[in-house]
């Protein structure tokens, strides 16, 4: 079975900080790609970044990258100069190609 | 057009009603999912269409009956809901079932209500 655990239920960071998120996952496959959602108290979930398993190099977009360590089974979300609007819940998720497994979600509040 | 509409936004019904939740997109994607997410959980899968046919059925209660009458458009037909049934309701599309690469895009959910 696939599992994705994130065992930070929740974080606070002060704005223009930066903070890191983790994730880890379990799985015997070998290809296979990793998300970050975001989903804001708008609710509608968005993708944030991805990765896809058979690349070394780290996954970034603009101010957020990821930190991919495959033989650890790890994938955690960093964000830089954390701004007010990334206050959200935060889900790790992971595709082999069945269905989405999401992790339990992390709230991430940005404090002023 | 990149999203996922879905509609209504809110959704109130009692335990005799029927109701339908309605998810639109028009971005070509072949597969569309269902998902249910209680408040500070992830989403769970209830159904998957892939080229309009019916996928995946995660064991889901019969008075939730998905249909897919075309590429474009996903319906979710509800009837006879208990209270636990409340919930936000995510629809969301990916390329082809089974092709994970670009992810799933979500639309903003029906948060519906079982009085």
């Known amino acids: 079975a696939q599992t994705v655990t994130q065992s930070q239920p929740e974080m606070s960071v002060q704005e223009a900080e930066t903070v890191t998120l983790s994730c880890t996952y379990d799985t015997s496959e070998n290809n296979y790609y990793l998300f970050w959602y975001k989903q804001p108290p708008s609710r509608q979930m968005i993708l944030v970044i991805r990765q896809e398993a058979y690349k070394q190099q780290n996954a970034t977009e603009n101010r957020f990258s990821v930190n991919f360590q495959k033989a650890a089974k790890s994938f955690s979300l960093k964000i830089s100069d954390s701004q007010l609007g990334d206050t959200a819940m935060y889900f790790c998720a992971f595709d082999y190609g069945q269905n989405f497994v999401f992790g339990p979600g992390t709230r991430l509040s940005v404090l002023p | 057009d990149t999203e996922v509409t879905q509609t209504p936004k809110h959704l109130v019904m009692g335990m005799t009603n029927k109701k339908s939740l309605k998810c639109e997109q028009h971005?070509?994607?072949?597969?569309m999912y269902w998902y249910k997410q209680k408040a500070k959980k992830p989403p769970e899968l209830m159904f998957v269409y892939s080229y309009e046919k019916l996928s995946i059925n995660e064991s889901v209660p019969s008075r939730f009956s998905p249909e897919c009458p075309n590429s474009s458009l996903l319906n979710l037909h509800l009837h006879a809901l208990q209270p636990e049934d409340s919930a936000l309701y995510l629809c969301?599309?990916?390329?082809?079932?089974?092709?994970?690469?670009?992810?799933?895009?979500f639309g903003s959910g029906t948060r519906l209500t079982v009085v």
């Open positions: 969301a599309s990916s390329q082809q079932q089974g092709k994970p690469r670009y992810g799933y895009t």
């Open positions: 971005m070509g994607h072949r597969a």
